[in-house]
């Protein structure tokens, strides 16, 4: 598994265990939202994070899409 894969796999555990979900709930939600590709593609600046700040940082991330859906 790449190092990004493996990335992935830790901020959805990650985010898993901050809200309380299953793995598949996650795993829905970062599809929905596209999350895995912003995971994938901005793993250099995300990898250095606290956990703690990376799952406000999807949060947000979360947020500001389901924005741009109801503009």
């Given at each position: 598994?790449?190092?990004?894969?493996?990335?992935?796999?830790?901020?959805?555990?990650?985010?898993?265990?901050?809200?309380?979900?299953?793995?598949?709930?996650?795993?829905?939600?970062?599809?929905?939202?596209?999350?895995?590709?912003?995971?994938?593609?901005?793993?250099?600046?995300?990898?250095?994070?606290?956990?703690?700040?990376?799952?406000?940082?999807?949060?947000?991330?979360?947020?500001?899409?389901?924005?741009?859906a109801?503009?």
């Open positions: 598994m790449s190092r990004e894969g493996a990335f992935l796999v830790y901020c959805i555990e990650a985010y898993k265990e901050a809200k309380e979900a299953t793995g598949r709930q996650v795993y829905d939600l970062f599809e929905q939202y596209g999350v895995i590709a912003y995971v994938l593609d901005c793993y250099e600046a995300l990898h250095t994070v606290g956990e703690r700040y990376l799952v406000d940082d999807i949060d947000r991330f979360i947020l500001n899409r389901k924005r741009e109801l503009a």
